[in-house]
């Protein structure tokens, strides 16, 4: 559940789409996040607050188009090329093929992309040279 979630923090938008192929890429939008401290969900051995540090993170989901563009300048990510250690065998089940989220499914192309592995989430975000926030970083933010 948490490779799911964590996909979900990472983004950039994507302006108008009328089609699949027609995508326009806009700027990243990041929010800065101030150093705090937060009492975390899960009981630690001290159960004392923990300190967080400043840091950025993306106002918005990964989309499912903003996903593509991913899996296309990274063929070993598509459905049928990924390595099973690293994605679950649902990965990416809701898309037609490799290259297409599929026109029947024009409603999730900028919805948040599901289902796809913690592995896949980090392959994404250093390709945007980006990185997945810590658990802790996730929690405060939340």
């Known amino acids: 559940m948490k490779y799911f979630l964590t996909i979900l923090i ?5 302006g108008a789409v009328n089609a699949q192929k027609n995508v326009v890429v806009s700027e990243m939008k990041m929010a800065d996040i101030p150093a705090g401290k937060y009492k975390p969900f899960f009981v630690t051995k001290s159960d004392k607050p923990l ?3 400043a840091f950025k993170m993306d106002e918005t989901a990964v989309t499912n188009l903003e996903y593509l563009e ?4 990274n063929p070993q990510w598509r459905k049928s090329k990924v390595n099973r250690l690293f994605a679950y065998t649902n990965y990416l089940k809701y898309w037609e093929s490799d290259l297409s989220i599929g026109n029947i ?7 948040p992309v599901v289902y796809v592995s913690w592995f896949a989430a980090q392959a994404y975000s250093k390709w945007k040279n980006k990185k ?7 929690e405060f933010a939340s």
Do not use: D, E, G, R
Request: hydrophobic letters at 45%.
């Open 10 to 14: 990472l983004t950039t938008f994507f």
């Open 51 to 53: 300190q967080v540090t």
């Open 70 to 73: 991913f899996v296309k300048a």
């Open 105 to 111: 499914n024009k409603n999730l192309y900028n919805s």
């Open 132 to 138: 997945l926030p810590t658990i802790a970083q996730w």
